[in-house]
Structures are given as C-alpha cells and as structure tokens.
DNA sequence: ACATAACGAACATCTGTCATGTTCGAAAGA
DNA sequence: TCTTTCGAACATGACAGATGTTCGTTATGT
C-alpha cells in the first residue's frame, strides 16, 4: 500500500514526458528498476500507461481522469474536510444519496455513525457503509464500472425514480457558472442527473481546483445546486459567481 | 483468520450447554481466558451469544442459522466442488442470477474467468467479481442484510423483474420433496421466489445434510426447479425422491 | 549471427500487521 | 471487605506484502 505515492509520481512524470526509461524513473523515485518494473506493470493494467522495452508511454490524455487507485489518496486532508463539512449539514433521520468520486467516498464514511438513509452511487461507498450498525444502507442496482466501481445503467436509474430523497451529495469533475457541473463519463453524468431529480436538495462537493475545470459530459447548471461546498483554495470571484447563481458556498 | 474453528467450537458448545464459563471454554479450546474472552467479545456483536460475568449463554434458537463468518469456512471443499459442477453447467454467454449464502460465493468465485453476463444477489459475491474482466457485472438493488449482505426488499424484486436470465442459481435453507425448497428468512425467500421466475432455468444447490431439513419460509416446490446439485453423501432416497418430482439430480 | 541491454522468475530480506499471551490495576459481585 | 473476573496495555511470535538482488532468458540493434 505505501507504493501509491510512488505510482503517482511514476504517472505524473510519464504524463509530463510522454514516455520515459525505466532507469529514469529509478532514478527518479529512488526505488530499484525492478521495482519500477513492477510498478509499470501494474499502472499498464490499470490502462494509465503502456509499456515497451526500456520504458513506458502515457495514455492519458488530458481529457481523461487517473483511475480510482491513484486519487483515493489525493489531498485526502482537504477531502476529509469538505466530507465533515457536509455531513454537519445533514440533519439525523435524513435520506440522503451520495454520488461515487473519492470525495463522496469520504462524505460516505463521514456519515458511517449517523442515524440515515443511505445510498451510495458507488461499490466503494457501499463496502465501506455495510458494516454500519445505526443506518439504513440501501444498494442501487446497476453496472459497476471497473475501478471507479460507480453504479450505472438503466437500473441504476430505475432505482432513483423509485425514491425520493432528502438530499443528493454529487460529486463533480469541474463546476462553474457558465458551464455548470460536469462530469467526464457519459453515464455517470447520467446517473448525476438522475440523483439530482430524485432529492429536495442538492449540495456538490467540489475540490477547489474544479472550480475551474469543464469535462465533456453536461450534467446540471450552477443554478440547480442549493449548496457547493469547497476547500479555501476557490478564489473570491468563483465564489461569487456561484453566489449570483443562487447557490450557498461553504468554504472549508 | 485462524480464529474461525475457535469460533464455531465455542459456537457449538455454548449452544449445546446452553450457557458456558469463560474457564471451561479455555480448557476446550486449548486457547487462553484472555483470548475466548475476545472471541465471545466477537460473537456476542454478531448476536449468536449473551455475555455475562464469568460466561457466556447461547441466543441461537435451534430454528436460526449461525452468522455468515461463521458458516463461510465450512465444508468449503465440498461446496467448491458443489460450485465446480455448476460452472460446468454454463455455458459461456449466458446470463446468470446467483443467489446469496455461502455455496453460492463459491459459485460465483467458480465464474470469475468466465465470459458471462452475473447479477449476484449478495454483495459479498459482487465483492468477489468486480475485478473480472471477461464477465458483465450487474449489481440489483436492495438492502443489504447485516452480515449475509444478501440484498432483499422491493428494489431487488423490481432489479429480477426488469430482466430475463438464462440460468438463476438458487442456494437452501432446506429441500425436501415434500416441502419443496425453504429458506430462513422470509425476505430472502421472496428473493429467491423473483430470482426464480426471472429465469429460463433454475439450478438449486444443496450440501446433502440440507436435503433432510426444512426451514420457515417455502420458496418454491421440487417440481420448479430443473437441476439440483448436492453431494454424495445425499441418500438413494433423498434422489430418488426429487428425480421423481421431474428434477435432474447431479452429485459430486 | 552476435553482443548488449532489458526483462522477469526465484530467492532473500525487511517491515508492518494481526493473533495470542501475559501482566496488572480496576470493577463487579458475594 | 475480599475474591473473582474483566479489560487495557504491552510483549511476543507468525505471517503477509513490499523491496532488493541474482541470474538465466529474451528481445533488439548492428
């Protein structure tokens, strides 16, 4: 487990270069080639990078996001406070859904004492709830996809029409006031979409690097959001913009 | 993980006796008071014993089934040969729905380098399954049951009757040709029931002590299901029994 | 075809984790 | 009050996972 930071640094650094030598990257990271090896490997799995003899080539594009793996542990202090904050603004006997994303993932295990209605759009979220002895943990049907293990398809949807909940936790790839929120997967914006229609309430959760970020797949304007809550690196005119919109900013 | 034969005989004695000092169950098991301490520490969250000063007094009523760690581990040499035969049943591209419990897992984890569309009906199998590439994961929706993390309630039944499978695999409680196939838990038994009409063809598998016992809930009768696996130490009778009732039986 | 570099299987080592045991002060019950 | 049980804290040992090293094999370039 202590080898992500160094598969984060191997990624980064391929990304930058394009490609790089295994004995750079030893070199780099300190670690053996072997050690590397081993590290491409696994990243090759992951699809993150391809390799070939000597080194390796990224295939991220810039579009694309780093598998689940590797931003689980990302700025987890900031997540973990983000994830607090919203739960304070859950009240006890609540239902509430909570969108996949590592940030949700904390926002799920912030709410694992409470006394709720819990669904998670998400596998990860859901392992981590099962054991929970004071909620009411509720599965989504759906399609896992791989890694992210987020829940999609038509039951998935089917599943949301079917409840009303009192508030929807969503997660974003990039939220701004021109573009509103967006996701990077079709589906999961889909799926978004689909959770935002089934709650009184909207609260996003939004690192504040998002907050000037767009992806591909549309999923709601600012306006349809009632709370965004963000970290303190959201600049005083994202803010206010989000304010104009007609949403409540929470800056942790 | 090496604690787990302790747990099933401290399990059995104390269910025997009724109740049982912590001094008598260290002599038992070989094992220090300190460490059965911990161990009815354990058994007691699962609810299968009451502690009391000095002790411990069983809660399992003769009609209950033990939590699912403990009955993970047991016979899984005949329930992974259970799951073999089952496997081979399949044929590659079929769409399965495989029932919760323990025999079950073991199907599933049979499945894993299969190249089939799954929907398990409990998240320990989904658990199992998320990382195989070759097979579509479909995931119901439902509550989870504490422990089993069988998933039950209306989005389940609404999940099975959105779709149509080629084969559904059903566990047991009890399957006798007279009650037909019975499960402990009346929810689960209403599973069972939607898993069953949402397939083409229903395979039924039971450890051989299971075809001589009968549980609370009826599910279905002999004559609903096409094939049934069991081990060799189900009797002449037992077999004659089922063939009689149109059922293909098929020991290992 | 040959030489060289990279690869990866196998083994050794190290480290952190988990189950267990031991000790001892605290708490419950007679 | 006295005895027994309890459980927190620490020590021990087994074990799994990560890393490094060695060496025979394989691929690539000249």
Redesign the interface.
Known sequence: MGSTDRWRQITDAVREAGRMGVAELAALTGASEMTVRRDLEVLAEQGVLERYRGGARSLLLQGEEPPFALRAQEGSETKRRIAAEVAALIADGESVVVDSGTTCLEVARALEHRRLTVMPLS?HA??AL??A?GL?????????R?GE?A?TG??TA??LA?LRFDTAVIGCCGLTPADGLTAYDLEDAAVKRAAIASARRVVAVAESAKLSRTALAFVAPASALHVVVTDDGASEEQTAALVAAGVTVRTV
């Open positions: 596998l859901v392992n099962t054991s002895a009411t943990l509720l599965v989504p049907g759906g399609r896992p791989p293990l829940l038509p039951l089917a599943s079917a």
